[in-house]
C-alpha cells in the first residue's frame, strides 16, 4: 500500500537551516510528495527516545560543509554537501538535518531500485535511464511509498494495520509511531484544526501523524504543516470508512 503525493499547492520554499547534528527547528512537508516520509520523521522524533535516534544518524563536518547520514541497519550512509541541501527547495522547509535524512532516504530508494530492476533484467541502468523501468518507477523515488519502509529502515521493524475501525480503536503503546491514512474515497471527514479553531477536510491517502485518542476524538498532525498542532476528528465521523495503519516501533526499546 502506497501513500499518493499530498503537497501544498503553493509549498514553503524558506530556506533551510544548514545541518547541526540537531533536529531544533520546525520543520514540514515541502513540494514533494513524500507524506509518508515527513510524517514518519516526526511520529518517530515525537517519541520518547525517537529523536536521539534521528539525531544518532546524522554526522556534520562543518569544516567540509557536508553532513553523513548513517543508516544501520542496512550498513549504508550519504554524504550530503550543505549546497546540494539548500539549493533542494522542493523538499521539506526549516531544519537542514531533516532536508539531509530526506536526501538519503531517496538516494537508498533509488539504489535498491536500481539493484532490484538489474536483478530481474539481467541489465544495468544508468541514473537518467527510463526504458523498461515502468514496474519499479515508484521505488525509484521518494514521492509515493508506505511509511513502513522508513520504519523498517530506521528503527529495524514495522507493520501494518488495514481496515481498522476508528470510532472504537485504541493503540497498544502510546510510545510507538503510527502513521494514519484514510483508504477509500470518502472527502466527507471533517475535523477542526485547533490553531486556527476552523473546520477542514482530511484527506484520502495521505498520511497523517497520529498523536493520540480519547473516547469521543481522535487526534493527527499534518506533515505539511510545521510545528505540531493538532487535528481533532470525532470518532463517529470514521464509521463505515477504511483506515489504515503503518506502525513502527517503541524507540525506547532500539
Known sequence: RRLVSRVDSEPDNEQVSNPNGK???EYAQGGTGDCWLIAGLKAISEKDGGKKILESLLQ????????????????????????????????????????????AVDRYKKE????????????????NS??????????????SDSTTFLFDLI????????????????????????IMAIDDDNEN?????????ETIQLDTHHAYIFDSADEENIYLIDPREKGNKRIVAKREYFTDVAVSFDIGINPSNV
Open 23 to 25: 533536529l531544533d527547528i
Open 60 to 103: 556534520v563536518d562543518n569544516q567540509k560543509r557536508t553532513v553523513t547520514v548513517k543508516f544501520p541497519n542496512v550498513d549504508k550512509s550519504y554524504t550530503i554537501s550543505f549546497d546540494e541541501i539548500s539549493q533542494s527547495t522542493h523538499l521539506a522547509s526549516g531544519d537542514g538535518d531533516i532536508r539531509a535524512i530526506e536526501i
Open 112 to 127: 535498491m531500485a536500481y539493484q532490484t530492476f538489474s536483478n530481474n533484467s539481467g541489465d544495468n541502468i544508468s541514473d
Open 130 to 143: 527510463s526504458d523498461g523501468i515502468e514496474g519499479f518507477q515508484d521505488d525509484f523515488d521518494i514521492n
Open 155 to 178: 528503527l529495524g521493524s514495522s507493520s501494518e494495520l488495514e481496515d481498522v475501525d476508528m470510532t472504537t480503536w485504541t493503540p497498544p503503546d502510546s510510545n510507538v509511531p503510527m
Open 189 to 197: 471527514i471533517s475535523a477542526l484544526d485547533t490553531e486556527s479553531n
